[in-house]
């Protein structure tokens, strides 16, 4: 079984600051994705990466996919408070995805 | 474009009772799945099929039976609907050479 594990569960932080959150596994993924989950809505496609040490930025947000292509890191800079929710990685193979338990972020103004 | 949709939004049932969730894509994605989402638990696959015509278990398949209709529609189907099975239910669909998954809106269920 393919697990991918979060860390940290929760965070909270202040308007403006900077954080990273983590995605790891001991197994390879084809691609690792990552999603934004708010309050009663399904999750939302924020990147997709497939390289080993692939880097991808979407505004404040930077994304790293490992060498190994086990794990991966989200860094948000200078965090909103619409940046609040749920943080979900999810590791692609055989047609269907392994996603991890995800970081809730709250930002607080 | 609707993309996924969902029906219904929110249910309660009594133990034992039946439903079906509706799920519809407009994408003409090849695969769909249906995910349950519990506190502490992360999305949790129950079933999918990767094509028009095929089914496949997931990783928490007890209780659940699931039908594609064709490829825009697959339904999940509670037959005795347990306590356990409170949950968030989310259908999501991909192109099928892509992982990138598009989900609905969710249906909430309440079995008491």
């Known amino acids: 079984t393919q697990l991918l594990e979060q860390s940290p569960q929760f965070l909270s932080i202040q308007e403006g600051e900077n954080l990273t959150v983590y995605c790891n596994s001991s197994?390879?993924?084809?691609?690792l994705q990552w999603y934004r989950q708010e309050p009663g809505e399904g999750p939302v496609l924020l990147v997709t990466?497939?390289?080993?040490?692939e880097v991808k930025k979407l505004k404040r947000l930077t994304f790293q996919f490992g060498d190994a292509r086990k794990d991966s890191s989200l860094h948000i800079t200078a965090a909103q408070p619409g940046d609040t929710g749920l943080y979900l990685c999810?590791?692609?193979?055989?047609?269907?995805?392994?996603f991890g338990k995800g970081t809730l972020l709250t930002v607080n103004p | 474009n609707a993309g996924v949709t969902q029906t219904p939004k929110f249910q309660v049932l009594k133990t034992g009772q039946s439903m079906t969730l509706q799920c519809a894509q407009d994408?003409?994605?090849?695969?769909m799945y249906w995910y349950r989402q519990d506190p502490g638990m992360g999305l949790r696959l129950i079933y999918y099929?990767?094509?028009?015509?095929?089914?496949d278990k997931g990783e928490v398949p007890n209780g659940y039976n699931v039908s594609r209709l064709n490829k825009r529609e697959f339904s999940l189907r509670l037959e005795s609907a347990a306590p356990s099975q409170t949950s968030v239910y989310f259908c999501?669909?991909?192109?099928?050479?892509?992982?990138?998954?598009?989900f609905g809106p969710g249906t909430r269920l309440t079995v008491t």
């Open positions: 999501a669909s991909t192109a099928g050479y892509s992982y990138e998954q598009y």
């Open positions: 197994s390879v993924f084809s691609s």
């Open positions: 990466v497939v390289t080993g040490g």
């Open positions: 999810a590791g692609g193979s055989n047609y269907k995805l392994t």
């Open positions: 994408m003409n994605h090849n695969s």
């Open positions: 099929s990767a094509s028009e015509g095929t089914t």
